[in-house]
């Protein structure tokens, strides 16, 4: 009996614990009342039909990418920038799931962009992010072919050391 009891006790306290979580869930999301939920449902539709056209998932990137700019063999500054990807609808699971090799395609692109002098000067002219942008995009497109359509230059930002 004594060794009964603590097992019931642990039943019994499990069984509680899952009938108040049951009891206690929400019923909608936080600061959403049913009607506004039942009207996004309804709008929604089934996960079966496409988007209207033009419609894109927009997905940030979680890290930002560090280049170095070199000068004469030594680095005299470091430039900062956050990428989204502009994609098609549904594909951020995707994006995520070869992000590695997206992150090194596209660093290696900055890095071969700073070579040449591309963060030197007025970096931010569009004159000189537009040949970025459009070299960022290939090589995302080369990677995941059909799911992006752009890549977007978030936040950038350059430290001289």
Not at 37 to 66: H, I, M
Not at 141 to 150: E, H, K, L, S
Request: net charge negative.
């Amino acid at each position: 009996m004594r060794k009964l009891l603590p097992v019931l006790m642990a039943v019994a306290g499990l069984a509680a614990g899952v009938g108040a979580g049951y009891a206690f869930r929400p019923t909608s999301e936080p600061g959403v009342d049913a009607e506004t939920a039942e009207n996004a449902e309804s709008a929604a539709g089934t996960l079966d039909e496409a988007p209207p056209p033009g419609e894109r998932d927009y997905v940030r990137l979680d890290q930002q990418f560090v280049v170095p700019v070199l000068e004469e063999g030594r680095v005299a500054a470091m430039v900062v920038l956050a990428i989204g990807l502009e994609a098609m609808p549904g594909a951020g699971e995707a994006i995520f799931a070869r992000e590695p090799k997206l992150r090194d395609t596209l660093l290696q692109v900055m890095f071969d962009h700073a070579n040449v002098g591309g963060f030197a000067g007025a970096f931010t002219d569009t004159a000189a992010l537009d040949p970025l942008r459009r070299q960022l995009t290939e090589a995302a497109r080369r990677i995941m072919p059909g799911t992006i359509d752009q890549v977007l230059i978030v936040e950038m930002a350059r430290q001289d050391l």
